[in-house]
């Protein structure tokens, strides 16, 4: 069996739809990248610890895309893939430990106020902190640095626009489309009793990329308008 060349495919995000660009672009790099993400999906199910190198390359691909390279980056210099996994990680982390000492902060109110409210209150927090703390994504993507990305809380005022809604909506809905179509074809593959792991596998590290590709693009898409600095020169892949 001959697989496709998807190398050759050419996406400009300039002139490539966002839905299409965030399910191609993962794959304009050739199969290497796929096969290397779908081993490590495999054993990051069962050890966690290389979703770092996962996180490292979605990263690398929305710097990719939101600097305009018409195809995905190469899968190479793991060391340096796994410092930017770290760098992705890290940029999350301040508000993620915000997010939560405030929802700690409303369990808390269960005494005051009923729990019908705090129930309420908590669900709604999550769904906000989740929309506004993603915003981090493209806003680190395109800044590379976590002091911008906060300073003059910088990824608020993105999460604001309506440019990162219409990603942040797409997103959701390309990886649940992607998500029930891994599921059919891993379902089918249950008879060669290996073939649901390396479905599952692949799934893992794809659903991950379309991320990057979808933030990068939106990114750039941002930087056009003036919202983000615009992410120029092959030397700021890797920071």
């Known amino acids: 069996m001959v697989l496709p060349n998807i190398g050759e495919w050419e996406l400009p995000?300039?002139?490539?739809?966002?839905?299409?660009?965030?399910?191609?672009?993962?794959?304009?790099?050739?199969?290497?990248?796929?096969?290397?993400?779908?081993?490590i999906g495999f054993v990051a199910a069962i050890f966690l610890i290389p979703i770092i190198l996962l996180y490292g390359y979605r990263y690398r691909?929305?710097?990719?895309?939101?600097?305009?390279d018409s195809s995905a980056p190469e899968f190479n210099?793991?060391?340096?893939?796994?410092?930017?996994g770290l760098l992705l990680i890290a940029a999350f982390l301040p508000y993620v430990l915000l997010a939560t000492a405030i929802g700690v902060g409303l369990i808390a109110l269960e005494g005051v106020v009923s729990e019908g409210v705090v129930a309420g209150l908590i669900v709604a927090w999550s769904v906000v902190a989740s929309y506004l703390g993603i915003a981090i994504h493209p806003t680190f993507v395109a800044t590379g640095s976590i002091r911008e990305t906060y300073s003059g809380l910088l990824f608020l005022k993105v999460a604001l626009t309506r440019t990162y809604l219409i990603g942040f909506l797409l997103n959701i809905v390309l990886r649940i489309i992607v998500g029930i179509v891994m599921l059919v074809v891993a379902l089918i593959s249950i008879i060669t009793i290996v073939g649901p792991i390396i479905v599952f596998s692949v799934w893992y590290a794809?659903?991950?990329?379309?991320?990057?590709?979808?933030?990068?693009k939106v990114a750039?898409?941002?930087?056009?308008?003036?919202?983000?600095p615009a992410v120029t020169g092959m030397d700021e892949l890797d920071l």
């Open 220 to 228: 750039r898409e941002l930087a056009s308008e003036g919202q983000l």
């Open 77 to 84: 210099d793991i060391g340096r893939i796994i410092w930017n």
């Open 13 to 39: 995000p300039d002139t490539t739809s966002l839905s299409g660009f965030g399910l191609k672009y993962p794959l304009s790099g050739g199969w290497k990248p796929i096969g290397i993400g779908g081993l």
């Open 61 to 68: 691909l929305g710097r990719a895309g939101a600097r305009g």
């Open 206 to 216: 794809y659903d991950e990329y379309i991320a990057g590709a979808i933030w990068g």
